[in-house]
Structures are given as structure tokens and as C-alpha cells.
């Protein structure tokens, strides 16, 4: 790592790694636009294959993969249930509804991030003119603000089999499916396949510099596509950061269990620290929530401030609230180090 910190606010500060370097200035390109770029389309094909669908879309970020997604899915006025907490609803700018007109309709999640079958049924709409109409169900998995919680094959099964009874379509928001794949340790197929389409980020824990894919059918990926170019999303030789993508898929997805089995131990080494308390069952995966007591008598604030002097950055997500991510960059030295760091803080 380039920087002298160690940096934990989140899985998206990582670098691409060597391989990924060598892989990207190497990779065969050409026009994109065109259904010409070589590196893209191996990339789209792999992800694809990985998680089960018949086609995938390179897209820039999270963030235009989920907007397509949902304008694909539904046209103007309709509907999509999602949860309160989802990053979709909290985090993409409203981007659904500024520039896709699409409504949505947001409950509150489980403690473990998944929408319930009961709190689905009620936020059906019935069919009549007041209401918009309800086309779609969307998951986070793993969940971000509910702590890194992922949700198992069955639960996804269901809602599936619950939406697809009534006509509607699930999109999941797995920016990090791997990690929950890896958590549970199933073939990410079993998260996957079940719905319509899904999204992932190669650029969080998979290390990649750029980009995410979304993944469904042929025919949902021709429409997406697009979208994509609609929205400015057309990349012309972007084979360059795809290539990075191919290496996060074929190399980076196993070892994500380390950067849980990190987090497990950065919690056990912050656990003899009485102002820290941390969430029930936190960490899930490679995510860390932890609050201050009363009793530390500093801010979340004053707390990474003093942290950061000391080489660590961390997430703030509250005033007395952290987020620590594990990810590639940060080994078993680095973990070592930052419980050190807060041992100084908190004295
Ligand atoms: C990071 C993230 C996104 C969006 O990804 P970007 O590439 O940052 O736009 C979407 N959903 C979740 C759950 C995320 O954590």
C-alpha cells in the first residue's frame, strides 16, 4: 500500500494488486460500443457464468448497476419495494427516482438485513388507479448498514419464489455477494440464481480499480445495455479496467475469508476495551460496527482524529459509532496495530 495509514473506512480504498497492474496493461482491447472490446467481453462472460445468469453488463459503479437494473425493470411510476436501509434508498442519490421516475416504497429490514415475507405481502400494491403499481423486490446482500449481514440460499429462494408468484421481479444489490457467498460457504449461485438479476461490485474486497456487473438474463442484458449507454455509460476500450475485473474474479474471491477471520480477530483484540461495545453478532463478514460508551467521555470524532495520528483511519458513522472494514491491504500486523492504536486513544 502507497499510503502510510492503514485504512479501514472502507473495502473501497483498495489498490489493484500487482497481477491486476500487469493484467490491465496487457489486456486486448477495443471498442466496447461496438461489442468489439475482447477483455469486457470475457469479463462479462465469466461473471455471468459465476453467478448463474446468461448474461452480464460491465457498468462503471454499484451505483449505475442498480439504476439500470431498476430501469430495466420497471418503467415510469411503477414501484420497487426496498428496505429503509439500503443503499440504494440511503446512498445513490435517489437516482431511481430523479432520473428513472421510479417510485419506491421502503420497509424496515430484520435485524439481519432481509425484508420480511409478511412486511413484502403488505407493501404489495393493490390494483387500482390511486396506487403506483408494484414491479419489484430488492435485496442487499451482504447488507451494509445492518452490519455486513448476509442472508442465506433459502431466504433468497423465497422471496423469489414469493415475488415470482405474484408477478414480480427481485433484484439483489450484491455489491459484495462473494463475501456472503464465502461466509456461508456456498457457490454464489445459490444467492443468485433464484432472482432476476443482480449487481456486484469488483472493485470493494475483490481489489479491482473500477467497476461492477450486472448480471440476468439475455434478454433483461440487452435491454440494460441500453440503459447503459443511455445513461453515458458506453466505455468504448474499457477492457483496460475490466481486465482488473477478470483477475478480481479468478483470484480474489476465496481469499475474502481471511478478511472475515480479521475481522473476527480485531474484534476479539478490541473487545477488552470496556468503551467499546459492539453490535450483537457484529462482525458478519468483513465489517466491524462498534460504539463508544458514555463513559469514554470522546466522540466518535475525537476518537478517529487521535486514531489517524496515530496512522489508522476509520469509518465514522455516528457520534458515537465506527465502522471498520477489513480488506486486502490489511494483514495480521495491520490488525495487531490497530487495536495498539486504540488501546493509546482510550487509554
Ligand atoms: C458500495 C455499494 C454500492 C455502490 O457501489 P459504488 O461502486 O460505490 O457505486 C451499492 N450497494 C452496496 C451495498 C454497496 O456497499
Known amino acids: 500500500m502507497t499510503a502510510p495509514f492503514i485504512d479501514l473506512r472502507s473495502d473501497t480504498v483498495t489498490l489493484p494488486t500487482p497481477t491486476m497492474r500487469e493484467a490491465m496493461a496487457n489486456a486486448p482491447l477495443g471498442d466496447d460500443v461496438y461489442g468489439e472490446d475482447p477483455t469486457v467481453n470475457a469479463l462479462e462472460e465469466l461473471a455471468a457464468a459465476k453467478v448463474g445468469h446468461e448474461a452480464g453488463l460491465f457498468v462503471a459503479s454499484g451505483t449505475m448497476g442498480n439504476l439500470i437494473a431498476m430501469l430495466t425493470h420497471c418503467g415510469r411510476g411503477d414501484e420497487v419495494i426496498l428496505g429503509k436501509r439500503a443503499h440504494t434508498f440511503l446512498y445513490e442519490g435517489g437516482g431511481i427516482s430523479t432520473l428513472g421516475s421510479v417510485h419506491s416504497a421502503q420497509i424496515w429490514e430484520q435485524a439481519d438485513g432481509s425484508l420480511a415475507l409478511d412486511d413484502l405481502a403488505a407493501a404489495i400494491r393493490p390494483d387500482d388507479l390511486h396506487a403506483p403499481r408494484t414491479r419489484l423486490i430488492a435485496l442487499e446482500n451482504t447488507h451494509n448498514r445492518c452490519g455486513g449481514t448476509f442472508q442465506p440460499p433459502a431466504y433468497v429462494a423465497a422471496v423469489s419464489d414469493f415475488a415470482h408468484a405474484r408477478g414480480l421481479k427481485v433484484h439483489v444489490d450484491g455489491a459484495r455477494i462473494f463475501n456472503a457467498a464465502v461466509a456461508q460457504q456456498v457457490d454464489?449461485?445459490?444467492?443468485?440464481?433464484?432472482?432476476?438479476?443482480?449487481?456486484?461490485?469488483?472493485?470493494?474486497?475483490?481489489?479491482?480499480?473500477?467497476?461492477?456487473?450486472?448480471?440476468?438474463?439475455?434478454?433483461?442484458?440487452?435491454?440494460?445495455?441500453?440503459?447503459?449507454?443511455?445513461?453515458?455509460?458506453?466505455?468504448?476500450?474499457?477492457?483496460?479496467?475490466?481486465?482488473?475485473?477478470?483477475?478480481?474474479?479468478?483470484?480474489?474471491?476465496?481469499?475474502?475469508?481471511?478478511?472475515?477471520?480479521?475481522?473476527?480477530?480485531?474484534?476479539?483484540?478490541?473487545?477488552?476495551?470496556?468503551?467499546?461495545?459492539?453490535?450483537?453478532?457484529?462482525?458478519?463478514?468483513?465489517?466491524?460496527?462498534?460504539?463508544?460508551?458514555?463513559?469514554?467521555?470522546?466522540?466518535?470524532?475525537?476518537?478517529?482524529?487521535?486514531?489517524?495520528?496515530?496512522?489508522?483511519?476509520?469509518?465514522?458513522?455516528?457520534?458515537?459509532?465506527?465502522?471498520?472494514?477489513?480488506?486486502?491491504?490489511?494483514?495480521?500486523?495491520?490488525?495487531?496495530?490497530?487495536?495498539?492504536?486504540?488501546?493509546?486513544?482510550?487509554?
Request: include cysteine; charged fraction near 20%; hydrophobic fraction near 50%.
Open 188 to 347: 454464489v449461485k445459490k444467492l443468485t440464481e433464484p432472482v432476476d438479476s443482480i449487481t456486484f461490485c469488483l472493485s470493494k474486497g475483490l481489489c479491482a480499480p473500477v467497476g461492477s456487473v450486472l448480471c440476468g438474463s439475455r434478454e433483461f442484458i440487452a435491454l440494460a445495455r441500453r440503459w447503459r449507454k443511455h445513461l453515458g455509460g458506453g466505455m468504448r476500450q474499457a477492457g483496460i479496467l475490466a481486465a482488473g475485473g477478470v483477475v478480481a474474479l479468478n483470484e480474489m474471491v476465496e481469499r475474502l475469508s481471511q478478511d472475515h477471520a480479521r475481522a473476527q480477530k480485531l474484534a476479539q483484540g478490541l473487545s477488552i476495551y470496556p468503551q467499546l461495545v459492539f453490535d450483537a453478532g457484529s462482525p458478519a463478514t468483513n465489517m466491524l460496527f462498534l460504539n463508544l460508551a458514555e463513559a469514554a467521555g470522546l466522540s466518535a470524532a475525537q476518537v478517529a482524529e487521535a486514531l489517524k495520528v496515530r496512522g489508522v483511519l476509520v469509518g465514522v458513522t455516528g457520534a458515537r459509532r465506527f465502522r471498520l472494514v477489513m480488506h486486502y491491504w490489511v494483514g495480521d500486523a495491520e490488525v495487531e496495530r490497530v487495536v495498539g492504536a486504540f488501546g493509546e486513544v482510550l487509554g
